[in-house]
């Protein structure tokens, strides 16, 4: 993915808005308070993990954000219908860079949130992810109210749920549905996890399916010969793990779970499996589904076959139903957009090293709409997402954060 870092004509422009912006006096200034604020990230961060935000139950957390949002001097600050957090920071123009990150973490509401520091570093649930992208955005907030940094372009400060599993990027989802902000938002900042050295700029697409094969049921020995959805389902798993998928673009498939059947005496009434489907093209997607569900009905349809050659007592079917349980959209950057000139231009200046990557993140939703996006880390390091271990390194977080600040000053333009 090198060839992403071509030079491009417009190239030297935008590395001298980023030199004129990174000597100016209050970028400086900004730069000098990341470093001192450090004790009061921690804090934040800590206060933050320990309001729960499962998927689905992210009001008290919202609550919280708006609450900073306000002290940090942002204004419009509001809660959407779906819990989003909105906060603005004014400028000239009347399109926005939203800079955001997810507030829902992938802990049940009943998870144990024992957050506790031991010298740079933070252990709890939810530290890094998202903790670390809350954090950065309230450090942005208040680097630009401490610095008093003005912009063109206004900025859109937003804490957004359901970016978690079955979250499905619901809460980003809604932004870009909203008359308000759907082609008012010209660029995505969003801050997922840890880190200064990833760049997303190709969204995975995902797609995901509860299968259920239902049948009468029956006793092994007396009901002999009827239909078994545990034999459909088997059938279904095997035609359809031998679908051919590219290796560019890459696509993926995957059978996670499967369930089914009461007792080893017993036909059973149902059997399910779980299917989740990945690829950075659309079309793959749905290619991937169509062979799914073919697979099923022909599976079905066997099996039912099959039942009325063993001469079942009276005529007995299985049935099956697809149930979609997750939709990511796939999407791709423009590799001439301007925002990846401007992250790029950044890490040069900052003399950071990052890679550009494709995962499944909030960028999903704007790069679907052909919109530009990036999803880039909160500085510091993080490991242990999604488990208990959880842990952030504050070492080296106000490179992340000048890395936010400056790629987002460069691409809204200056102020008067
Ligand atoms: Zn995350």
């Given at each position: ?135 950065a955005m309230l450090a942005v907030a208040g680097a630009l109210n401490e610095a008093r940094i003005e912009h063109a372009l206004p900025f859109v400060f937003i804490g ?257």
């Open positions: 993915m090198t060839q992403r870092a071509s030079v491009s004509d417009s190239y030297p422009s935008v590395q001298q808005e980023l030199a004129r912006l990174a000597g100016s006096e209050q970028v400086r200034s900004a730069f000098e308070w990341f470093r001192l604020q450090e004790s009061r990230f921690a804090h934040w961060q800590m206060e933050v993990a320990r309001v729960a935000a499962p998927p689905f139950g992210e009001a008290a957390r919202a609550a919280w954000l708006a609450g900073q949002f306000r002290e940090l001097g942002l204004s419009g600050v509001q809660i959407d219908d779906v819990g989003n957090v909105f906060g603005v920071h004014a400028g000239f123009g009347s399109r926005y860079l939203s800079l955001s990150a997810h507030i829902d973490t992938v802990f049940p509401a009943a998870t144990p949130l024992h957050i506790r520091r031991e010298g740079s570093r933070i252990y709890g649930p939810g530290v890094s992810d998202n903790g670390a992208g809350i954090v957004n749920v359901g970016e978690e599993g079955e979250g499905d990027l619901r809460g980003m989802r809604h932004v870009f549905a909203t008359p308000r902000w759907r082609d008012a938002i010209a660029y995505s900042v969003i801050v997922d996890g840890a880190g200064s050295d990833t760049v997303v700029a190709e969204a995975l697409g995902s797609r995901r399916f509860e299968v259920i094969v239902r049948g009468p049921g029956g006793h092994s020995w007396s009901d002999f010969g009827a239909p078994n959805p545990i034999l459909a389902l088997a059938r279904a798993i095997d035609a359809f793990g031998q679908t051919p998928v590219p290796a560019s673009p890459k696509t993926t498939f995957n059978v996670g779970v499967v369930r089914g059947g009461t007792s080893v005496n017993s036909i059973p009434e149902s059997a399910s499996m779980r299917v989740d489907l990945r690829s950075t093209s659309m079309a793959e997607i749905d290619r991937l589904e169509g062979a799914l569900r073919v697979a099923i009905e022909r599976a079905v349809d066997s099996e039912n076959r099959a039942a009325a050659g063993h001469g079942a007592r009276r005529p007995q079917t299985v049935s099956s139903d697809v149930i979609e349980i997750g939709n990511r959209p796939a999407g791709e950057l423009d590799p001439q957009a301007r925002i990846m000139k401007v992250i790029r231009a950044v890490d040069a200046h900052l003399g950071n090293t990052a890679q550009v990557q494709r995962a499944s993140t909030d960028a999903n939703i704007p790069l679907s709409l052909g919109r530009e996006a990036i999803a880039i880390g909160g500085g510091g390091s993080g490991g242990g997402a999604h488990t208990l271990q959880e842990w952030f390194n504050c070492d080296g977080r106000d490179l992340g954060l000048k890395r936010i600040l400056l790629t987002m000053l460069t691409l809204a333009g200056a102020g008067e």
